[in-house]
C-alpha cells in the first residue's frame, strides 16, 4: 500500500500548496480538482 500513501501525500500537498499563497500555488490543483468533492480548510 505504499503507492496509496504517495498518492494520498501528493493529493494532500497539492491541495495545501494551492491555500499557500506562493506563486505556483495554482498550478497543480487543477490537475485533481475535477475529483473534488469537498474541500474544507480547518483552523489552526
Known amino acids: ?4 500513501k504517495q498518492l494520498a501525500d501528493m493529493v494532500c500537498g497539492t491541495v ?3 491555500y499557500s499563497g506562493k506563486q505556483d ?17 480547518w483552523p489552526r
Request: glycine share 0%; charged share 20%; hydrophobic share 45%.
Open 1 to 4: 500500500m505504499v503507492f496509496n
Open 16 to 18: 495545501a500548496r494551492s
Open 25 to 41: 500555488a495554482e498550478v497543480y490543483r487543477p490537475l485533481i480538482s475535477h475529483r473534488e468533492i469537498y474541500v474544507q480548510v
